[in-house]
């Protein structure tokens, strides 16, 4: 069964420093998504990405995060200058259609573990 | 409530019996999802059920959702060691500006052999 990859699956990187973490999506999905977690708490929603753009975005994902769609197969998560509390655990999840009442379920990957030192 | 939270924030059940959990929302929603989730792995899609059905099946799982009470119940049945893990549901609606899927901070569920 076709799944989403995400790597790496542990990120240890000191405050102030860029990240990038890296999926694949299933391919023949449209939409795009990534979700973090901060141990503990609740899986939260940052961005949803369509035909190479926004979708949405949620208060979290203020100026420090960017999304891109380099090629046909990667998404990539870049946040720019971190903070300890962007600690946590990141999830990258594709769909074959967007939100709404017509919506499928997300596929999600395994996560990247991102600690802020 | 939250949108989207579960009940009972945990559940420790015997092998073979039924685990039921339940789920709370605020807004109008599209549809409701519960996810599965083992620890240190991501989430995997259970059931969704959209906002005009009342109850869904899947092999041993069963969901019912209540529009006007606003909730959603998962009833796992005849519990295997395996079904040891976190389970969430997400509600897809529009709130705070935007179209997503809201996730509760999830019931773990502990299927003692």
């Known amino acids: 069964e076709p799944e989403v990859t995400q790597t790496p699956s542990h990120q240890v990187t000191q405050m102030g420093q860029e990240v990038i973490l890296r999926c694949v999506p299933i391919?023949?999905?449209?939409?795009f998504y990534w979700y973090r977690q901060i141990l503990g708490q609740k899986v939260e929603f940052l961005v949803s990405?369509?035909?190479?753009?926004?979708?949405?975005k949620s208060e979290i994902f203020d100026d420090q995060f960017s999304v891109e769609r380099p090629d046909g197969s990667n998404f990539t998560l870049k946040i720019r200058s971190t903070k300890l509390e962007d600690s946590a655990m990141y999830f990258c999840a594709s769909s074959e259609a967007g939100l709404g009442f017509n919506s499928q379920p997300q596929h999600f990957g395994d996560g990247t573990r991102l600690s802020i030192l | 409530s939250q949108q989207g939270e579960e009940d009972p924030q945990a559940l420790s059940i015997q092998e073979g019996e039924n685990a039921t959990m339940n789920c709370s929302y605020k807004?109008?929603?599209?549809?409701l999802q519960w996810y599965r989730q083992n620890s240190g792995r991501g989430l995997v899609h259970l059931i969704l059920?959209?906002?005009?059905?009342r109850e869904k099946h899947s092999g041993r799982l069963r969901v019912t959702l209540d529009t006007s009470k606003k909730s959603s119940s998962l009833l796992i049945t005849a519990s295997r060691a395996a079904d040891t893990a976190s389970y969430f549901c997400a509600t897809d609606a529009f709130i705070g500006g935007s179209e997503k899927l809201v996730f509760g901070k999830g019931t773990k569920l502990t299927v003692n052999p």
């Open positions: 391919s023949n999905h449209l939409y």
């Open positions: 807004t109008s929603i599209n549809n």
């Open positions: 059920i959209r906002s005009n059905e």
């Open positions: 990405f369509y035909n190479n753009e926004i979708s949405e």
